[in-house]
């Protein structure tokens, strides 16, 4: 008896990066890395700069090509999509830097997250008030420039668009960077809370330690390899991730 493929998609992760090969020119990015995110999970991605942490992100989302290797999501191969298609297939990227557009409103630039939804008004409108719910800052900003909101705004505003399309997978890259300490504690209650709404989270932060405390499983990126990788209770503690990403000794 042949097995069921429904089944077999079942029980694989949600996210399978496998042998990921990205290249700039003549120099290799990601060097082959292996990667994988259940569905439900928040799993960590921490290392240096220029470890090929957002590139890897990048290469997830269709932005960065790979040169090799596949990206399989829900069993289908993103690998080759354009980025559009990747979002409609349920797969959102929130950028580092935030890359909000500076000249449209709040309600515009969620509009703008939306538009892998079409022309489903009901739909879209009902993805906003979801985000407003989230961001009740949005909410009073939503006829204001997002070039004049605060640095901890944007962020909010750079989620909230990546959320408009419904990800089942929301890939998030360096949401704490540049805010204040108060604000970075606000940013991460809210992935806790999209995760607790339903939303895969694979996360891309340099704060490592608090993105250990965050996440469920880690991976510690090298200089494009995979160095470590188990749960993240486990790396917390590690003695080499200590001394070389947590500052302890």
Known sequence: MSPDPRQAAAERPLLEVQGLVTTYGHV???????????????????GANGAGKSTTLRAISGIAPASA???LFAGEELRGLPAHRIVAA??????????????????????MGAYSLGSDRGAIAENRERVYRLFPRLAERRDQLGGTLSGGEQQMLCIGRAL???????????????????????????IREIHARGVTVLLVEQNARAALRLARRAYVLETGRIALSGPAAELLADERVRRVYLGAG
């Open 69 to 71: 290797g596949r990206i």
């Open 28 to 46: 290799e990015a990601l060097k082959g890395i292996d990667l994988a995110v259940e569905e439900g999970e928040i799993v960590a991605l921490i």
């Open 90 to 111: 349920g797969v959102s990227h929130a950028p580092e830097g935030r890359r909000i557009f500076g000249t449209l409103t709040v309600a515009e630039n969620l509009r």
């Open 164 to 190: 408009m399309a419904r990800p089942r997978l929301l890939l998030l890259d360096e949401p704490s960077l540049g805010l204040a300490p108060l604000l970075v504690k606000t940013i991460f209650d809210t």
